[in-house]
């Protein structure tokens, strides 16, 4: 193991650091953080919201973010749509307009439902609002796609590394806009470990506040060689060819989709149980006779829903065979 504070840790975060602004499209400074998603998620509200923050709500990860933004003792209010839907800019567009909002949260890749929301559309409703911040959850779809954090105007976009980057659990990235530094500014009670203001003073010289997870950085020095290795083009054409391949399936198989048509993620599918399978029994039969795990349906919709990931190191190779042990275990 390297020390943290020594020049072998800095020659490792300076190495890294160019290709995590390519892939998040960002000139600013990108920070390694010790902990899940939720650790930036929660962090994001503690350094940026100061008025009121509008939570954009179609799911079991964004519905949960309001309750983090409340639990934070913050003024939080929901946008809520019904899971399978996504988030309409014009109505993002007129909760914005009523001014009680300085702050907002949007998941771009709703992993419960298999939503993908329309984040270019709703990035530009921001322009217009320039005093507001905006954070993006892209924990399930960093890398998969193309997401460019500069152009966009995204204020802090945040992904753990378990999912879309298939590295082990434990571990996160985010970036921050020159306006999101200026807001933490005047927040108090940023805390420390997850103070923006710290991870970009340390960052200036190749560090992090507290003591990182160095092996998890090592992991994500080897996952970025692969994904350059293989070329970003690449990475998000398999991604979406590997998705065709379970819309296809689906289609044949005579299922629905959860997820409203012109809003599915390209990263995961969330089928509706519309055949009324038993679909606990199902993922078990295809653990036990093909080792392969699937989720039987997040939270409230376990059972009547099932989820095929396609992201992170899936191929053509692997998600054909995933879907050939369905039909087989069907
Ligand atoms: C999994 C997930 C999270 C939470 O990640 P943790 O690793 O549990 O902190 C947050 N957002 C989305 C969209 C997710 O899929």
Redesign the pocket.
């Known amino acids: 193991m390297i020390g943290h504070r020594g020049e072998d840790f800095k020659n490792l975060y300076r190495a890294i650091h160019p290709r995590l602004q390519t892939l998040f499209g960002t000139k600013q400074p990108v920070f390694l953080s010790t902990?899940?998603?939720?650790?930036v998620?929660e962090a994001s509200i503690r350094n940026l919201a100061d008025r009121g923050v509008l939570c954009c709500m179609c799911g079991a990860?964004?519905d949960k973010w309001f309750d983090v933004a409340k639990r934070c003792g913050k003024e939080a209010e929901p946008l809520q749509v019904d899971w399978g839907q996504h988030i309409d800019p014009a109505a993002v567009d007129r909760q914005l307009a009523t001014g009680k909002f300085d702050t907002v949260t949007l998941?771009h890749?709703?992993?419960?439902t298999g939503v993908m929301n329309p984040l270019e559309e709703i990035c530009s409703v921001l322009t217009k609002y320039p005093d507001v911040a905006l954070v993006v959850?892209t924990?399930?779809s960093f890398s998969a796609v193309k997401i460019e954090v500069d152009a966009l105007g995204i204020d802090v976009m945040l992904t753990?590394v378990?999912?879309a980057l298939a590295l082990p659990?434990g571990f996160?990235l985010f970036s921050v806009s020159e306006k999101g530094f200026e807001r933490a500014k005047g927040i108090r009670n940023r805390g420390f470990y997850f103070d923006f203001l710290e991870f970009k003073k340390e960052q200036a010289n190749w560090m992090t506040p507290s003591t990182p997870s160095i092996a998890h950085i090592h992991a994500l020095q080897s996952k970025l060689e692969e994904i350059f290795e293989e070329g970003l083009d690449a990475r998000f054409a398999r991604h979406a060819h590997t998705n065709a391949l379970v819309h296809d399936w689906v289609h044949s198989a005579g299922f629905d989709f959860f997820a409203e048509e012109g809003f599915r993620s390209k990263t995961l599918t969330c089928v509706k149980n519309n055949k009324g399978i038993d679909v606990l029994e199902f993922a078990r039969k295809l653990r036990e006779k093909h080792h392969l795990v699937i989720d039987p349906g997040y939270g409230k919709i376990r059972g009547q829903t099932f989820r095929l990931s396609n992201m992170g190191d899936e191929t053509e190779e692997t998600v054909s065979h995933l879907l050939a042990c369905i039909d087989d275990v069907m």
Not at 109 to 112: L, Y
């Open positions: 902990s899940s998603a939720w650790g998620m990860f964004s998941i890749n709703e992993t419960s959850d924990v399930s753990g378990q999912k659990p996160s």
